[in-house]
């Protein structure tokens, strides 16, 4: 391949399009005649803020985002979401929680802290291989939110019909599967997500919020840091304090590449297209089996084993001295996990299933 890369399969930091990485590296040290690198900037310069400004619009367009809803870019990963979401929405301390994997188990520990979470329905009791059926769920009146974790990037599913939440505002972490997808905004009050799965570099989380939801400070508890209002972020343009600009700017130029291929309808049908080539092969194979139940499959992360640890070693072993990289599962599911997120060609998807085809046959000799 062009530069010696491989094809990585890693859930995240993942792959990034290789048009964007050289884009990145032309401008690396003169951005735009700015006489410096984006690295080395002012994030109050006129030039970052037409970065992030676009970058801003540029993902406005492939959402259609409407404008009632605002864009900030927040540090902290997603992982802070987990601790921002209920000190920010809880106004009667009281939230409801869809358990369906280890992303959305951390949020359920994390919002504790902070008020009473009720799980409305769980899928543990099959290790979280499907997605509970969530058309009748017992929210009670004082519920805040419902809270939902879109794709378990660990677990391998997907929701394909978001749940019934009773007129409640519904809470999404989508970030394995950001811009994966069109996504209707306004079914949310809040979605959210890490930017290293599917979009940029580490270090940062895109939340698109309904106006309305965004309460002053002087409503939140006292200990709620200032950094921890989502107020903070959108009266200041997500620059209260020094944002992530690198990532911000890596960001921007993947939303420019996904509209110049045509959007998120494009993007869908690749990454239909491709997680079938994976799961035609694991519906097909008598040594791998995928761990999902079929309906539930997520297309960005594909977990499949073999029914046996040493064996499963064996081939993530193999798959790493033949170029593919990341390829071992999660330790909670166990065996091998393929992420199949936006950046990843087909042509990766094809040549791992021709290794694993090849491996499977010279195994049963
Ligand atoms: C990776 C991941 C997180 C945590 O992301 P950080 O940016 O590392 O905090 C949360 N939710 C999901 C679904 C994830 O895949």
């Known amino acids: 391949m062009k530069y010696d890369r491989i094809y990585n399969f890693s859930a995240g930091p993942s792959i990034l399009p290789e048009e964007v990485l050289e884009s990145v590296r032309d401008n690396l040290l003169n951005y735009e005649g700015s006489g410096m690198c984006v690295m080395e900037m ?14 801003e619009q540029d993902l406005r367009d492939l959402m259609n985002i409407p404008d009632n ?43 504790k802290k902070y008020g009473e979470v009720k799980v409305v329905a769980s899928s543990k009791d099959k290790n979280y291989s499907y997605i509970p059926d969530c058309s009748n769920l017992d929210i009670p009146d004082n519920a805040d ?11 391998g599913t997907t929701w394909q019909k978001l749940p019934d939440t009773k007129g409640k505002i519904l809470v999404s972490d989508q970030s394995s599967m950001f811009l994966s997808r069109p996504c209707n905004v306004a079914d949310y009050g809040l979605i959210y997500g890490g930017v290293q799965k599917n979009i940029g570099p580490a270090g940062m989380v895109i ?34 304090n020094t944002p992530n600009c690198w990532s911000i700017y890596v960001c921007g130029q993947v ?36 761990t999902v139940e079929k309906e539930f499959r ?39 996990r393929a992420s199949t997120y936006n950046a990843m060609p087909k042509e990766g998807v094809i040549a791992l299933v021709e290794f694993l085809k090849k491996f499977e046959a010279s195994y049963k000799k």
């Open 69 to 111: 809803y605002k864009v900030l870019f927040i540090q902290g990963g997603a992982t802070l979401q987990f601790a921002m979401i209920p000190m920010n929405l809880m106004k009667n301390g009281v939230a409801c929680y869809v358990e369906t994997g280890a992303w959305s188990k951390k949020a359920i520990a994390e919002a």
């Open 255 to 290: 939303f420019k590449y996904l509209k110049k291929i045509g959007g998120l309808e494009v993007m869908d049908k690749m990454n239909i297209d491709k997680a079938k080539v994976m799961y035609d092969f694991l519906d097909q194979s008598k040594m791998f089996n995928g």
């Open 42 to 55: 002012s994030h109050r310069s006129k030039v970052f803020q037409k970065i992030i400004g676009e970058a």
């Open 298 to 336: 997520s297309l960005m992360n594909i977990p499949f084993v073999t029914g046996d640890a040493d064996l499963d070693a064996e081939v993530v072993a193999a798959t790493k001295k033949a170029g593919f990289d990341n390829l071992k599962g999660h330790k909670s599911v166990g065996g091998l």
């Open 207 to 240: 939340v698109i919020i309904r106006e309305d939801l965004i309460r002053d400070p002087e409503e939140l508890p006292a200990w709620v840091p200032t950094y921890c209002a989502f107020k903070t972020h959108s009266d200041n343009g997500s620059m209260y």
């Open 145 to 155: 939110y419902v809270y939902i974790c879109e794709n378990e990037t660990i677990h």
